[in-house]
């Protein structure tokens, strides 16, 4: 087996692993992003920006240490 067929070879097999790998990511991705249990915290975070209540963190000082 020379360079050229091994090289051919690999790629292809690289390249098909590839494909299936981020079809199997996009399907995982897809899956719970629809899942119907995390409906709930989907539609809490997608509210978020339109309450008006101060981020959770706003407790803190904007005074640096010391002063």
Do not use: C
Request: aromatic share 10%; charged share 25%.
């Amino acid at each position: 087996m020379d360079s050229e067929t091994t090289y051919s070879l690999v790629r292809t097999w690289f390249g098909t692993g590839g494909l299936i790998l981020m079809m199997v990511l996009f399907a995982a991705v897809l899956a719970y992003a629809l899942w119907p249990s995390n409906k709930k915290k989907f539609d809490h975070m997608a509210k978020l920006p339109l309450e008006d209540k101060d981020p959770e963190d706003s407790g803190k000082n904007d005074k640096e240490p010391g002063q």
